[in-house]
């Protein structure tokens, strides 16, 4: 069983930049794709950022530009560099590890964006 936690989430002015981190347990780490979702009240939950093991990424036009997601493989972790930060950020980040439909989610960490 896979555990993801993350960390790095609070409360922040906009314009500012925040990084989140995703740890991930387990030894198969590097050969999976991972990724950052997140969830907004009342909102469903949304694609931010994914990253192939092979290096490939994918962003939702919201965050282009703004946010870049890595992974250190050799820390079994995956982070989101968010820059410029909206209020329209403001969600539960989800870190993901294996794909959105059958893989392993951590319980997710509170950013909120406001003056």
């Known amino acids: 069983q896979v555990q993801l936690v993350e960390s790095g989430g609070g409360l922040l002015q906009p314009g500012g930049p925040l990084r989140l981190s995703c740890r991930a347990s387990?030894?198969?780490?590097?050969?999976?794709?991972v990724g950052w979702y997140r969830q907004a009240p009342r909102k469903a939950r949304e694609l931010v950022a994914t990253?192939?093991?092979?290096?490939?990424?994918n962003y939702a036009d919201s965050v282009k530009d703004r946010f870049t997601i890595s992974r250190d493989n050799a820390k079994n972790t995956v982070y989101l560099q968010m820059n410029s930060l909206k209020p329209e950020d403001t969600a539960v980040y989800y870190c993901?590890?294996?794909?959105?439909?059958?893989?392993?989610w951590g319980k997710g960490t509170q950013v909120t964006v406001s003056s």
């Open positions: 993901n590890q294996g794909g959105s439909a059958i893989g392993y």
């Open positions: 387990g030894s198969a780490f590097s050969l999976y794709a």
């Open positions: 990253l192939t093991n092979s290096g490939n990424t």
